[in-house]
């Protein structure tokens, strides 16, 4: 079964600094990752996904993500935080598997805060 | 391009009553899903369609929970009786297909049961 952990429940940074956001996956198969970010009382907005190919992929907002197969790491990246980054993000799985149903599976999220 | 609704955005309700919630999805969209996010944990998936078939209900509490998508667009999920730990958020999405699709969400439905 797919799983996603994202270790840390939150981290903190001041802005203009870079920050990381974590997550690390296990999954049979070539994996399809994604991130999303929510903010309070609004539904899940999506940020970036790894298919295959470039290890670094680039999304909205100025994010990107580096895919790490001997790692199954998928960290968020931000060269510079902004107030405005302080949010809840989750990372997702699921599967290239050719046959059967593949589910998103998601982590339990990290809030991230952004300090003036 | 018009987001995912959902509605309504809020609701309280007392255990034992019944309560649905609606979703329309990004035209286009085969593939309905319909999540549920319990307050600090991640979204867990309830039921997804492919147009108006099931495609997976295996963690949909079937005894109280029900869902259906006539015609492939709109979706309606319902509870009854409601139970005190069906208070969660409840999230609609849709994708054009499945598997390396992106999911995109509404804004959800905040349940609160009594």
């Known amino acids: 079964a797919q799983s996603v952990a994202q270790p840390e429940d939150q981290v903190n940074v001041a802005e203009g600094n870079p920050l990381t956001v974590k997550c690390t996956y296990s999954?049979?198969?070539?994996?399809?990752l994604f991130w999303y970010v929510q903010y309070p009382n609004r539904g899940l907005q999506f940020l970036l996904k790894?298919?295959?190919?470039?290890?670094l992929v680039k999304g909205s907002y100025g994010f990107e993500a580096e895919f790490n197969k001997s790692q199954t790491s998928f960290h968020l990246k931000k060269p510079s935080a902004l107030v405005s980054d302080s949010a809840l993000y989750f990372c997702?799985?699921?599967?290239?598997?050719?046959?059967?149903?593949?589910?998103?599976?998601f982590g339990t999220g990290t809030r991230l805060l952004v300090s003036p | 391009e018009a987001g995912v609704a959902q509605s309504p955005r809020y609701k309280i309700i007392e255990k034992r009553q019944s309560v649905a919630f609606w979703c329309n999805p990004i035209?286009?969209?085969?593939?309905l899903y319909w999540y549920q996010q319990i307050l600090g944990q991640g979204p867990k998936l309830l039921i997804q369609?492919?147009?108006?078939?099931?495609?997976?209900d295996s963690q949909l509490p079937k005894d109280r929970f029900s869902a259906e998508r006539l015609k492939g667009v709109d979706s309606t999920l319902k509870i009854q009786p409601a139970k005190l730990e069906d208070s969660a958020v409840y999230l609609c999405?849709?994708?054009?297909?499945?598997?390396?699709?992106?999911?995109?969400f509404g804004p959800g439905t905040r349940l609160t049961v009594l």
């Open positions: 997702a799985v699921t599967t290239g598997k050719n046959t059967g149903f593949q589910k998103l599976v």
């Open positions: 999405a849709s994708s054009r297909t499945t598997g390396s699709d992106t999911q995109y």
């Open positions: 369609f492919q147009n108006n078939g099931v495609v997976d």
């Open positions: 790894y298919i295959t190919g470039d290890n």
């Open positions: 035209s286009g969209h085969a593939t």
């Open positions: 999954v049979s198969g070539n994996p399809y």
